[in-house]
């Protein structure tokens, strides 16, 4: 089955202890982003892919890392969380980037609480 | 002024009636549009795509799209309680990037 991996689906942690959201297609997509979601401000971009070890920053970088090692993984990593990057968070990914109408496919989410 | 707006919502219409959602869009560059549901703590699942003026029909779904005047809607005729969700409108634009962003979406609630 074509599809968005993520884990963990949820998540409460404590300020400062670094975490990692994994991420993992298997429809062999060049394309991957991660996004969040706060009520009333919609879906943001975070960090967007165009493909293996090419990242580059979305709307929304700050206190946030990615890498794309292989095709498939694109994890993110909260390095020293704080209670604003609470929020509810997204993968995503795509194929071939220059093709505008092609479908993005959203992992499950994942719901982060940082305490 | 946002990239991609919404009216927040909620919108309710009684159950078999058409609804009707609109979007509006800043970046007359924009090349391809989209439209979203997201049930509650759910992620977004696509709906329809359009890219060209006029209207595109899927099943009780039509999209229609007007880009001299920055506008994409969508229509939802013989409305089920099942539709009741929040519909993101979603806009890309031309690019290496080709960044899709997404207006804050509509909640829709269909009454019995």
């Known amino acids: 089955e074509a599809q968005v991996t993520q884990n963990p689906r949820y998540l409460i942690t404590v300020t400062g202890k670094k975490l990692t959201v994994t991420c993992s297609q298997n429809m062999n997509h060049e394309y991957m982003s991660w996004y969040r979601q706060d009520p009333g401000l919609g879906l943001r971009q975070i960090y967007y892919?165009?493909?293996?070890?090419?990242?580059d920053k979305g709307d929304v970088p700050e206190g946030y890392k990615v890498s794309r090692k292989e095709k498939r993984n694109f994890p993110l990593i909260l390095e020293s969380p704080s209670p604003n990057q609470t929020s509810l968070y997204f993968c995503?990914?795509?194929?071939?980037?220059?093709?505008?109408?092609?479908?993005?496919?959203f992992g499950p989410g994942t719901r982060l609480t940082v305490l | 002024q946002k990239e991609v707006e919404q009216n927040s919502g909620p919108l309710s219409v009684p159950e078999g009636a058409i609804a009707s959602l609109n979007c509006t869009y800043s970046?007359?560059?924009?090349?391809?549009f989209f439209w979203y549901r997201q049930y509650s703590g759910k992620s977004p699942e696509l709906i329809m795509f359009i890219y060209s003026n006029g209207d595109k029909e899927d099943g009780r779904f039509t999209a229609q799209l007007n880009k001299a005047s920055q506008y994409v809607s969508l229509l939802i005729r013989d409305s089920q309680p099942s539709d009741s969700a929040t519909y993101l409108c979603?806009?890309?634009?031309?690019?290496?990037?080709?960044?899709?962003?997404f207006g804050t979406g509509t909640r829709l609630q269909v009454t019995l």
């Open positions: 892919s165009m493909n293996v070890e090419v990242t």
């Open positions: 995503a990914s795509r194929p071939t980037p220059g093709l505008s109408y092609n479908e993005q496919f």
């Open positions: 970046d007359r560059g924009s090349q391809s």
């Open positions: 979603a806009v890309r634009n031309t690019g290496t990037a080709s960044k899709l962003t």
